[in-house]
C-alpha cells in the first residue's frame, strides 16, 4: 500500500487561504469517508484536525475544514495565522487488510 | 484530560526486540481502539498497528510479521514488541488513542519516544 500523495509544500500571506490536497486511491480516500488530518509542529506529536472528511474536533478553529471528491481529500485552512506553520498529514482507512495509511506529508509556511 | 506517556529503551541493537509501554492517565482504557505510529527522523508518519480494550488486533501488513501489541486493562497499560529490528527501524514511537470510541482517526496522542537502532 503506498502512501498518499501530498503536495511537499503550500504557503500563504497571514489571512489568506490555501488548500492541501490528499490524492488516494478507491480503495482508501475514494472508497470510505474516514479521512482525518494532522497538524504537526517541530519536535511535536501530531494534532488531530478533522476526522471522518469534514468533522472538527471540540477546540479546533472553524478556520480549518475538510472535504473529498473522489479520491482526493482536501484540507483548507481560512484566514492563516502564523501558528498554522506546520506539517499536515493526511490519513485515509485502506479496508480491513491494510487498515491505514498516511499521506506523505505537506509543510505549510506562513509568508 | 486522557494523557497518554511512552516508557523504553531508547537504544536496541539490530537482531533484537524493541519493546514499548504506553501509561494511559485521566481515563480508563476500555473502550477504545490503542494505536502505536512512528516517524523516522525527517519522514513521515507509519501506522503500526491498534488493540482494542478486549484484545483484538491489527497490525499494518508491511510489519505484521515482526510486531504484536498487547494490553494490560488492570494497569491502564498497552504495549508494543517489534522483534528482529534494523536501522530502518530507528524512529520516534507514539502511542495514540481513538477520538471516539469507533473512531478511525486519533484524537490523543503520546508525547513520542525516540528509539534508535545500533549497535
Known amino acids: 500500500q503506498s502512501a498518499l500523495t501530498q503536495p511537499r509544500s503550500v504557503s500563504g500571506s497571514p489571512g489568506q487561504s490555501v488548500t492541501i490536497s490528499c490524492t488516494g486511491t478507491s480503495s482508501d480516500v475514494g472508497g470510505y469517508n474516514y479521512v482525518s488530518w494532522y497538524q504537526q509542529h517541530p519536535g511535536k506529536a501530531p494534532k488531530l484536525m478533522i476526522y471522518d472528511v469534514s468533522k472538527r474536533p471540540s477546540g479546533v478553529p472553524d478556520r480549518f475544514s475538510g472535504s473529498k471528491s473522489g479520491d482526493t481529500a482536501s484540507l483548507t485552512i481560512s484566514g492563516l495565522q502564523a501558528e498554522d506553520e506546520a506539517d499536515y498529514y493526511c490519513?485515509?482507512?485502506?479496508?480491513?487488510?491494510?487498515?491505514?495509511?498516511f499521506g506523505t506529508g505537506t509543510e505549510v509556511t506562513v509568508l | 484530560q486522557v494523557q497518554l506517556q511512552e516508557s523504553g529503551p531508547g537504544l536496541v541493537k539490530p537482531s533484537e526486540t524493541l519493546s514499548l509501554t504506553c501509561s494511559v492517565s485521566g481515563g480508563s482504557i476500555n473502550n477504545y481502539y490503542w494505536s502505536w505510529i512512528r516517524q523516522p527522523p525527517g519522514k513521515g508518519l507509519e501506522w503500526i498497528g491498534f488493540i482494542f480494550y478486549s484484545g483484538t488486533t491489527n497490525y499494518n501488513p508491511s510489519l505484521k510479521s515482526r510486531v504484536t501489541i498487547s494490553i494490560d486493562t488492570s494497569k491502564n497499560q498497552f504495549s508494543l514488541k517489534l522483534n528482529s529490528v534494523t536501522a530502518a527501524d530507528t524512529a520516534v514511537y507514539y502511542c495514540a488513542r481513538s477520538y471516539i470510541v469507533a473512531s478511525s482517526s486519533w484524537g490523543y496522542w503520546g508525547q513520542g519516544t525516540l528509539v534508535t537502532v545500533s549497535s
Open positions: 490519513c485515509s482507512y485502506a479496508g480491513s487488510y491494510t487498515f491505514y495509511v
